[in-house]
C-alpha cells in the first residue's frame, strides 16, 4: 500500500472513465421515432402546401408529441409548424405534463375557464397561431377537427372563426391517421406485448367461469390478476398512456342471447349451462392495444351451435386469406361478402370485417366496402367477421393479425378450436 493507503494503479492499466448510466426500458416510444414521424408530417405539409397542421383529437396529439393526456372540458391542441416548430395549447393543470415532451417549443397555457378569467380558450390559440406567425394572409392551416371536440360539455368556436380573415383553414385528418397505419418496429413490439398480456387476462376468465357467477363479476376478477401479474412483469418503467381510468390489463364477456348483439353489455345475472359466451381481452402497454375474442360455450354444445361456429370459423378464414398486400380494402370486404352469400348467411353479416389497431381499439383504416385504401405490409388490424342469429346467439373470434408480405400473421394466439373453448361444468 502507498502513502495514505491507496493502492498503486497497475502499470499500463487504463484510467477509469465516468459515463451515463445504461438506459433502461422504458416501455414507451423514444423520442427519435417521435422527431422521425414529425418530419414525415412536415413533408405532407410541403406537399398540400399547408403552413401548419392543427391537431385536437389527443391521440393524434400524443402520436406527434409523445403528449398522452385525459381529455376533459379543457380544450387542447397540438400544431406542428411547417417550419420546424410545435406549438401546445394547454390549461394550467397540465402544464408540467407538456414540458415532458421536449419537441414541443413554443407553449401557451391558458387559466382555468370561466373562472380564471373571461377571455375563451380557444382565442388563447389564436394567440399562439399569431406568435408562431400563423395567421397571415394567404396562410393555409390543415386540422382534423374545425376546434375542439365536445367534450364533458365544452362548448367554443371553431378554427375557421380564430385563425382570422385571410387564413384558409382545410381539413386535413388523414395526415396523422395513414402514418398511423403502417407500424413501426417499436410499435409492433409493444402490440405483441399487448397481445401476451391479454392472453393472459383471457385464460384467468376462462378458468373462472361458473354456474351462478356474473360476467360482472368474473371479468372484473380476472382484469384486476391479470394487470397486477403483468405490472409486476414489466416493472417500475410501466406508465398506462390510453386507457387512464381502465386496467392495464382486461377480460370480459356477454353471456347467452344477449350475444346476438354485436355488442352486448355484460350483465349480473350468473352464467347457465348451454349459455354462449362472446369474450374480448386485451391490454396497454405503451399506450398500444391488441384484440382477442372468443365465442365459447358452457357445457356441450348443440347442432345448432357447432353449425353456426363452423360457419364463422369459415369466415374468419376468409378474412384472413383475403388480407393481402397490394389490394383494397373495399376489396378484401367485398370477396369476404360473397363468402357470406355462398354460405346463405349474408343475413347475420351485422358490421365489417375488421378494423385498424395500435393507439386505439378502433382506428383507420376498416376493412369494409367503403375503404379504398391499399393493404400496406406493417398495418395491424383485428379480423372479426362475426354472424349473429337473433334467438340463438353471436358468434364472434376477433383476432389481431399484422401485414406481411404474403398477408396477414396472427400476433393473438389463444386457442381457436371448439374443443378448446367448451366450458365443461
Known sequence: MGKGGKKKAAKGSATPVASAPTPVIGWKIEQPEYDARVARVRAILEERKLDALVLFHPIRMAYVSGFFHLSTERPMAIIVGGDGKMGALIPWLEQEHIAKSPAVTNTKVYPEYPTGGTKHPLLHLGDLLKE????????????????????????????????????????????????????????????????????????LMHNKVALGRSPVEISLEASVEASKAMLAALGPGY?????????????????????????????????QRGDILVTGAGADVAGYQSELERTMIVGEPDESFVKHYDLMMTL??????????????????????????????????????????????????????????????????????????????????????????????????????????????
Open 316 to 425: 374468419q378464414q376468409a378474412g384472413f386469406d383475403a388480407l393481402k398486400p397490394g389490394r383494397t380494402f373495399a376489396e378484401a370486404e367485398t370477396e369476404i361478402s360473397k363468402y357470406y352469400a355462398e354460405l346463405g348467411v349474408s343475413e347475420m353479416q351485422r358490421h365489417h370485417t375488421g378494423h385498424g389497431i395500435g393507439l386505439e381499439g378502433h382506428e383507420w383504416p376498416f376493412i369494409d366496402k367503403g375503404c379504398d385504401a391499399v393493404i400496406e405490409e406493417n398495418m395491424v388490424l383485428s379480423v372479426e367477421p362475426g354472424i349473429y342469429a337473433p334467438g340463438v346467439g353471436g358468434f364472434r373470434h376477433s383476432d389481431t393479425v399484422v401485414i406481411r408480405s404474403f398477408g396477414a400473421e396472427l400476433l393473438t394466439f389463444y386457442p381457436r378450436d371448439l374443443g378448446s373453448l367448451i366450458v365443461q361444468l
Open 132 to 203: 408562431m406567425g400563423l395567421t397571415k394572409t394567404g396562410k393555409r392551416l390543415g386540422y382534423d377537427s374545425n376546434g375542439y371536440l365536445d367534450i364533458n360539455g365544452y362548448d367554443g368556436p371553431t378554427l375557421t372563426e380564430i385563425a382570422g380573415e385571410g387564413v384558409e383553414t382545410v381539413s386535413a385528418r388523414d395526415i396523422v391517421d395513414r402514418l398511423r397505419a403502417v407500424k413501426s418496429e417499436a410499435e409492433l413490439n409493444y402490440i405483441i406485448q399487448s397481445c401476451i398480456w391479454g392472453n393472459l387476462a383471457h385464460q
Open 239 to 271: 406508465q398506462q398512456f390510453s386507457s387512464t381510468f381502465g386496467l392495464p390489463a382486461s377480460a370480459g364477456f356477454s353471456a347467452g342471447k344477449n350475444t346476438s348483439l354485436p355488442h352486448g353489455l355484460y350483465g349480473g345475472a350468473g352464467v
